[in-house]
Structure formats: C-alpha cells, structure tokens
DNA sequence: TTTGTAATAT
DNA sequence: CATATTACAA
C-alpha cells in the first residue's frame, strides 16, 4: 500500500526520481517547474488541467509520490483538486499561488496541503519537498503500529512561527481528507477522525481550559467543589471526570508548594487548600485582575489568585521558545531511497526524549533559566510575564468571553474538539483550530534537507499538538498590538539556518551513513 | 451506582 | 513535573 517505489533507477541518490505530478494552467510557470525539478533530479510530470492530474492520478495511484499544484485553475479549484487527492490517493500535495493571501494559505492547508509555496518559486523550496514525502511515509507507518495496539504517545509542544524569507510556509501532512485508517482501539471516544491523532490525547491544561476550569470552581463554590461539578459547568464535552478530578488535586497541590509560603497552616482537612490559604490582599490584588469580572464574590478573586500566580505561571508566552517533545520515532533507514522507509512491517525502536530541534531551538528549555542577555527583549518580557503576573497578564486582555465553547483551545485534537462543540451547540471554531494548528506546527521549520532537519521535521510531523492554544493568538494578534513585533522573536528566533548551503550531494551521503542508526 | 479522593503510575 | 490511572470508600 505505502509501496510507491521510485521509477529512477538511481537509489543511490536520494531525492532523486521522486515522483512529482505539477498542476497549473499557466504553461509557463508549467515549464519553469518542470525545468526546476529536473534540475532537482525529480522525474516530472506536467499537466495544465486539475481534471486531467486527477487523472492520472487516478490511472497510477502508485504513479506519483508527491504533487504540486496551483490554486486556481480555471477548470478546477486547487483546493478541489487538493480534497481528491487527498482523499483517493493520500498524496501529499503541495499547493501554490502568487498571492499569499493568509485566508487562502490556511484553506490549502485547511484542505490538507503540505504545503504552501508562493510564487515565484524558488528552487531551495522545490529541492525540499521530497521531505513532505518522506514524512508523510513516517506518518503512515507510525498510524499503522498505532493500531496494532500499542500505547499512545504524548505530544506536547509550542509552536514556531513563519520562516524567515516569508516564502516556504511549510505545514503538516495532515490531510484533512485524508482516507480514514479503518481499525480503531476501542477506547477513546475522541477523535476517531484524526489520523494523526490517533493516539490518545493527554489533557493539557491551557490558559483556556484552566480558566474555565477556575469559573466552574467559583461558580460552584470553593466548599463544594467536586469533579464532577466542575466538569459540568466547564462544559467542555471531551473532558473527563478523571481529567478534572486529576486536575483539581493538582491545583491545589500545587498551590501549598507554592514556595512563597502561602499561609498553608498545617490543615488536616483535604479540602483545605482550596478553601484557606487566603493569600495577602496584595497578590491576590496583582494576580486576579484578568478574572474578577467573572464573578461574583471577594472570596473568589482570592482563589483566583491562587490559581493564576502559581499555576498559569507555564502558560506564559515566555515559555514558547520552550520547545520540548518526547516521543517515539521510528528509526529510518535511508540507506536505500524511499522505498526503504520502514513500512508497517519492520520494527526497530528508537526513542528520541527530549529531542529539541538541534539547529533551531537550541536555546530552548534552558533559556528560560538563564538570563541571555543578547535578548534584551526576552528578558523583559520575562520579567514582566513570568516574574510579576505571568501570563495572566495575557489573559487579561483576553476578557474570558461569554461564549463558551467557542474557545475551546484544546488544540491538541481539533477534529474531536470541534466534533464535540458542535454536539453541544453547534459551533466551531474548527477553521480557525484547524489552521492555526498546522501554522503552529507546521510552520517554522523549513524543510530543509539537513540531518537535523530531518530530525525536526519528524518532531513535527508528530507534534500536532501545540500547547499555544488559540487563545494566545488572539491575545496577541488582536488584543495587545504592541507585543506583536516581539512574537516571531519569541517564537521562533531560532531557525535560522540558512537552507542554502544544505544542498549537496555529500548532505545526502551524510544521512545515508546511519545518520539514524 | 456514582462521586470524590488518595495513592500511585507514567 | 503535570496529568493519568487505580483503588477504594462514602
């Protein structure tokens, strides 16, 4: 099935022979990307008609390992064009256009393009996008374990932003038409319509959920509070007793740790932490701000306090650039081509922790310990942020809206997310979800071709789940201008490399030589 | 049976 | 760590 060998008899280069159907009306641009790609090594197909690429894509479903097509055509929508193939053939696809309208690149990647390209395209794009292939076989090998039973992985992670020349915005294989794997494991209500999440999804707390988290407790009453309530009230339908109930203890464990001190007299009660602990009139005056609106009582903006000043303190912005996953990866073996990716039979096990992007973030985790002092701005955001109020900060320009659902940032599996909103009440941000999800995620990390991008780019491709809920989009791009300019900082000062030099053949020769093993 | 919680696991 | 899972009692 994954079996779409490389017609080129060379498998000693790598990239070479990849398959690659274009689609675009313009001949000119036609003849310019089949110059490039030749020039690539890739065996070109052309086709000035969407109707006629479906095709002949649908003549050889194994005729092709890639395409890229533009977005409008006259006889067919790209992005029509992009849902068939995503649907019939699963092939990544890459879409193109000249404009690079932002609604329009998130409906190609809303539809499951792999990627965007602007044009005029350049050929460090195209010699890279033999990786949306290669990646998208890992995928598919990863799906297939998944439903051979095993246990889930636990994806978590912050997002990156756009590359810097603006022109590759690299996205997700996530075909959001993508052909459903068929077996499922039993458990897991949740989403059964993604196949990148396949695997069961570990909660994560966002500033979003907490916040409800925190208006369900108050709107209950500190004395009453229990799971079960709070789960109701939060309403949010994916959600689990067990999450809740998991989540409240925490949040009060967390809140005695508090190594400022809190007032924790030795309470033999349980429910003591939620209950006492009234923190001094001054952090609560600092840390409550954003939730007062919510409700009612004093007594509630205290609790707040407790919950902002020690919990939402990982939220905060200043902690995007802490890039972390953990995860299993599939070992590859790249010594043979494509068409020796480890297909649902073999496996070899290789655990990569804590991989941060090598090249990229390297400053990661770390950085936020210490004080980088080239990073006048960081700092400074730190320290107002994470020092003072943390992000509530943030939320506090974000008023907690009375919509509910709405803002439902579990981005972790939109699909399901959404699926569930619109059970409760017909709405869905899923659009917005959706996109932003693979701008997070997909975004960033230019498919290079370099070991190490390699290795980010399979990160990537298993990270859908960005902790960088929708919330702090909005927060950003349209509550607080200011900060803007400081985002793609934030984000993503890291990749920088320069694709340039990447492109020799000895690069290829490096990774075949266990690179991975 | 359902719910809340403590303990324990990942 | 933060969150999940388990076990058990109310």
């Given at each position: 099935m994954v079996e779409s060998g490389f017609s080129s008899p060379r498998h000693d280069a790598f990239p070479a022979g990849l398959r690659v159907l274009v689609v675009d009306d313009d001949p000119t641009w036609l003849k310019i990307l089949e110059k490039m790609l030749k020039k690539c090594s890739y065996e070109v197909t052309t086709c000035g008609l969407a109707r006629d690429a479906l095709s002949l894509l649908r003549e050889r479903k194994d005729g092709y390992d890639i395409v890229i097509s533009d977005v409008n055509m006259p006889d067919m929508d790209g992005f029509k064009l992009l849902e068939h193939v995503g649907l019939e053939m699963d092939l990544p696809v890459i879409m193109m256009s000249v404009d690079g309208e932002t609604s329009r690149v998130m409906k190609g990647v809303q539809h499951g393009a792999c990627d965007y390209l602007l044009k005029p395209i350049r050929m460090k794009e195209l010699r890279n996008i033999w990786q949306h292939v290669f990646r998208k076989k890992i995928h598919e090998v990863r799906d297939i374990e998944s439903l051979e039973g095993n246990e889930g992985l636990q994806m978590t992670r912050s997002g990156s932003d756009l590359v810097d020349d603006g022109h590759l915005l690299s996205g997700e294989?996530?075909?959001?038409?993508?052909k459903r794997k068929d077996a499922e494991n039993k458990h897991d209500d949740r989403d059964l319509s993604d196949p990148s999440s396949t695997k069961k999804a570990r909660v994560v707390w966002t500033v979003d959920l907490h916040q409800k988290f925190v208006k369900a407790v108050n709107q209950i009453g500190f004395d009453k509070v229990g799971p079960k309530k709070i789960l109701d009230l939060m309403n949010v339908p994916w959600l689990t007793r067990e999450n809740v109930a998991s989540h409240l203890q925490n949040v009060d464990l967390n809140h005695e740790g508090d190594k400022k001190g809190i007032t924790s007299a030795p309470v033999a009660e349980p429910k003591g932490a939620l209950s006492i602990d009234i923190p001094d009139p001054h952090k609560a005056q600092s840390s409550q701000i954003s939730f007062d609106h919510s409700l009612g009582s004093v007594d509630s903006g205290l609790k707040f306090a407790l919950f902002n000043s020690t919990n939402q303190t990982r939220y905060s912005w200043s902690e995007i650039p802490e890039i972390q996953f953990k995860q299993e990866c599939e070992p590859l073996q790249l010594e043979n081509g494509f068409s020796q990716l480890p297909l649902p039979g073999s496996q070899h096990q290789v655990q990569t922790e804590y991989l941060q992007p090598a090249a990229s973030i390297s400053s990661g985790p770390s950085i936020t310990e210490k004080e980088v002092s080239s990073r006048p701005l960081y700092d400074e955001y730190r320290s107002n942020?994470?020092?003072?109020?943390s992000p509530t900060e943030a939320v506090d320009l974000f008023p907690v809206p009375s919509r509910n659902q709405t803002l439902n940032n579990q981005v972790f599996n939109p699909i399901s997310a959404t699926t569930s909103s619109m059970k409760n009440q017909g709405i869905s941000l899923n659009d917005l979800e959706f996109a932003q999800r693979n701008l997070n995620?997909?975004?960033?990390?230019?498919?290079?071709?370099l070991s190490e991008d390699l290795q980010f780019c399979w990160l990537q491709g298993e990270?859908?789940?960005?902790?960088?809920?929708l919330q702090d989009f909005e927060c950003i791009e349209?509550?607080?201008?200011?900060p803007i300019a400081e985002i793609p900082f934030l984000l993503y000062d890291a990749p920088r490399f320069d694709h340039e030099h990447l492109f020799d053949p000895t690069e290829y020769a490096a990774i075949d030589q266990g690179l991975f093993a």
């Open positions: 294989d996530m075909n959001s038409a993508r942020h994470v020092k003072h109020l995620g997909g975004v960033g990390v230019p498919i290079a071709s990270c859908y789940a960005m902790n960088i809920g349209y509550n607080d201008p200011a």
